[in-house]
């Protein structure tokens, strides 16, 4: 069998990179003087592997909650005959100035800084000391990096620095690219306005790439300076005139233009623009106009289009001024604009919202640098998975994955992208989605939740959980989605959609896991949570899912774990336990997901004496009679009591009421059940009632737990025959048949759990089910 597509295991290298940052100090590393991580002296790394540990070790800051960013990592960098950096990418708040200053001896060829807004003008004095080396710089919405914070001298306390008020920053006008002769691709997307771009740009002769998004230009003809040599121009979001159309124009080496916008300008694209853009521009293969208004018609009408199926072939295209072209665009961005829904486009990429194909490469092409697109986009994708089908699901769970990474702390990406993840998780696409592909969606889904508190990411990232099986998908991040649930669920929180799901969540997060997770998960508060919920839905006087939930998750926390069973009954779940009966006496599901959990608290034998008390016995007595749920109420009823009475006589203090009539009215019940019945029951092992076979102190607990054997081995042979085999209920079964003091009926009952078990044995296929 083929694997699934995204399935490729991580690289020797990830994987050990990654082990390595997570264990610096049994690694590479050890602690010097005042607790400083030094590099071991032994240790000489080249720039292959000391770029992959730098871009790593940012990827996980920023994505990876359970990763510490280490105080003085990038120091480790500083001697460049030990370790070489030549390839730096830096992203978001972590990074700061002395960082940058850590690295100033490297000989870099390539520094890309985007949105690092802790960064001020002393990280400028660093970047003049790779001017020698560096060929590509970007600075993509580092805009304070071009300030003095406060007007401070350049060496004041970085601390200090990040308490002044950013209304006192002042520009720095001293720094130059004067020298950096070498650099050939630069991004200064979101330089301020205060900052002269073309003073700042004039030293560099050999620029080849150039990234103005956003900067203003009221001067265009200075970059007329680099007509022989300027491959590559961006010029997102940059008010355009006719003088700035025309210098563009004359660039006659442009092989990438990008004038496209995302807000509202008076300019106005027209068919003579476009015509003077293709005509002038004929090394072009990629261009971006999305955003523009069209003036006037640049589309051929429809009835005149060439027929056929679309086609990429310039003198087909539907939009007049593309009919000039030599040859197919590699790229086109037309994305919000009119020209996208023509029916041929010469070229082979296109953004636009006309089909899934245009937009998937809108969010593809402007998810980095510009979010506000990408979460246009994505809206977009929303609908197409969620009122049509998306055909290239690989690609569009991958491309919305790396969206939610790269902007973790913008809201409307969240939103729209886990709203979107919703829909690409559920059961019509899933046979197509790899383990691992799966393991990234919930990866972003709880980064998101840990990020925003917001209702709607919290809503949209819970609902999208409950497409996964839980808990086996949930297993490997299963003590974070916990404690995150459980933040969910605090008293404050009156969102009542959001509550229901988590419950939900959590309560199948303990069902049919191993003791010690749920052990762990008593101990993050689990219990007291749920209890808390139980008691805010009994002072509104409700009895809904929630209320339901929260019982159902505390008997499947108790199960066969003592310590949780013991803060049930701590943190007052007894009391609870009696209000919810007395205030819905009618809901049988409520009844039969309490009495289940204090079967649980039963099993403990340290913990059955607070059980004994004349209140909680005639409850349990009373509820023998119950019919609720068919038997489970009862049943569960009569396991309490079965417990309580195996302890035998001397611990039954109480006059009323008395053990001998308790005992007598289980037995009653006991022959009123059908033992035919189907159950609403789960048992991963019949420990706890196996023990009450071989003993003669209680015969009516041994004839209760032979008839819960012999309901389970009839009714569900191929389940729960190899279960009693194998924890040793035949030879306790044969023990019941000695003993004198077993009824005839207990007796008959055990002889026919072992006949069950035999003729299973002997043909299992014949009763299985």
Known sequence: MAAKAGDNPDSLMALTTAFCLRNLRRTMCYLGERNKLCLRSDVFLPSEICDKLVNTYTELVHMDSNFEPQDGFFQLFSDPHSTRLTRVQLREDFVRDRDLEAIGKQDLIELHLTYCNNLSAHSLRTLTSFRQTLVSLSLFGCSRIFYRKGGAPLACDEEEEEERPASRQAPDTDF???????????????????????????PLPALTSLDLSGVPLPKAAFLAHWKERLASLVLYNVDLSEELINTVVDLGHLRHLDISRERNSKFKMTRKILTAIVQGLVNLVSLDISGHIMLDNCTVPHFEEAMGRPSVEPCKSSIYPFQELKRPLQFLGLYNTTLCNVTHIPAYKVTGSKNEDQVLNAIEVYTEFRPELAHRAINQL?????????SQLLRALQLVIAALKCHKYDKSIQVTGSAALFYLTNTEYRSDQSVRLRRQVIQVVLNGMEQYQEVTVQRNCCLTLCNFS????????????????????????????IQRIAVHLCNALVCQVDNHHKEAVGKMGFVKTMLNLIQKKLQDRMCDQVMEFSWSALWNITDETPDNCQMFLTCKGMSLFLDCLKKFPDKQELHRNMLGLLGNVAEVRALRPQLLTPQFISVFSNLLDSKADGIEVSYNACGVLSHIVFDGPEVWAMEEPQRDTVMDKMMEAIQSWDVTSRRNINYRSFEPILRLLPQSIAPVSQHWATWALFNLVSVYPSKYCPLLIKEGGIVLLEKVLELQTSHEETKDMARKVMEQCENFKEDPMETTR
């Open 176 to 202: 130059s690219f004067q020298g950096f002769n070498r650099l050939r691709l630069l991004n200064l997307g979101g330089l301020p306005e205060e900052v002269d771009a073309e003073a700042l740009l004039k």
């Open 470 to 497: 839980i808990p086996e998908e949930l297993e490997f991040q299963y003590g974070r989605v916990n404690l995150l649930l459980l933040k969910i669920l605090e008293p404050a929180r009156q969102d009542e959609s």
């Open 382 to 390: 929303f609908d197409i998975a969620r009122i049509q089908h998306c």
